[in-house]
């Protein structure tokens, strides 16, 4: 099982839907989660972090599994903007040995 | 200057040539990191360095060789690359090694 697992999309969504974006991760040790978001050609940029309680910031919200080891990611209301790729991010290793980045989904919003 | 900044943002270079990636953050950070990123592919972590020490060499090939001469700058120097080392390399601070990484824009390195 890879360590960190998205579906690669593209997820091709019209503006003003929501869409949800599930990740699976390998391991139980993992403490810290995070969403980043990558454009084309871009750098990665933080979105949210994801905690235990889950955690809302406007039209996006992020959750945490931990007994079925996923993170979700839900955007309401989407716009043009929103298009990008949605990396899940997770600690390695019970934390010693920075993050672990999955492959992103790539999410189209269409007018 | 704020933030995490990468120099040169564009790269060209021989098999034969020497260069070096330098990169500076400015957010007082403790732990810097350089990262690969392939075309299609996921963001590979290469190296880690956590006060100025390496931590982690996550089975870089040795014709990348990095330095950390404090905690506010990490370098990369390249020497005999081959042309699948063309990507994007990224840098990234934290203030520890779970918190929160911060990327530089990148330098885009083509091979030839």
């Known amino acids: 099982r890879k360590e960190v697992e998205q579906d690669p999309g593209p997820f091709n969504v019209p503006e003003g839907a929501t869409v949800a974006f599930n990740c699976t991760y390998s391991n139980s040790a993992s403490q810290s989660f995070f969403w980043y978001r990558q454009d084309c050609r871009k750098e990665p940029k933080l979105l949210m972090s994801?905690?235990?309680s889950g955690n809302e910031d406007g039209r996006f919200t992020a959750q945490l599994n931990r007994a079925s080891q996923y993170i979700s990611l839900l955007i309401r209301d989407s716009k043009l903007s929103d298009s990008a790729t949605y990396l899940c991010?997770?600690?390695?290793?019970?934390?010693?040995?920075?993050?672990?980045f999955g492959k992103g989904t790539h999410l189209i919003i269409q007018p | 200057e704020t933030g995490v900044t990468q120099t040169p943002r564009h790269l060209v270079m021989g098999m034969t040539n020497k260069k070096s990636l330098k990169c500076e953050q400015h957010?007082?950070?403790?732990?810097m990191y350089w990262y690969k990123q392939s075309a299609k592919k996921p963001l590979e972590l290469m190296f880690v360095y956590n006060f100025k020490e390496q931590t982690e060499n996550n089975s870089v090939p040795s014709r990348f060789s990095p330095e950390c001469p404090n905690s506010s700058h990490l370098f990369l120097h390249l020497h005999t690359l081959q042309p699948e080392d063309s990507a994007l390399y990224l840098c990234a601070s934290s203030q520890g090694s779970v918190e929160t990484q911060y990327f530089g824009p990148g330098t885009r390195l083509l091979v030839l």
């Open positions: 994801v905690y235990s």
């Open positions: 957010l007082g950070h403790n732990a």
């Open positions: 991010v997770v600690n390695r290793r019970g934390g010693a040995d920075g993050l672990t």
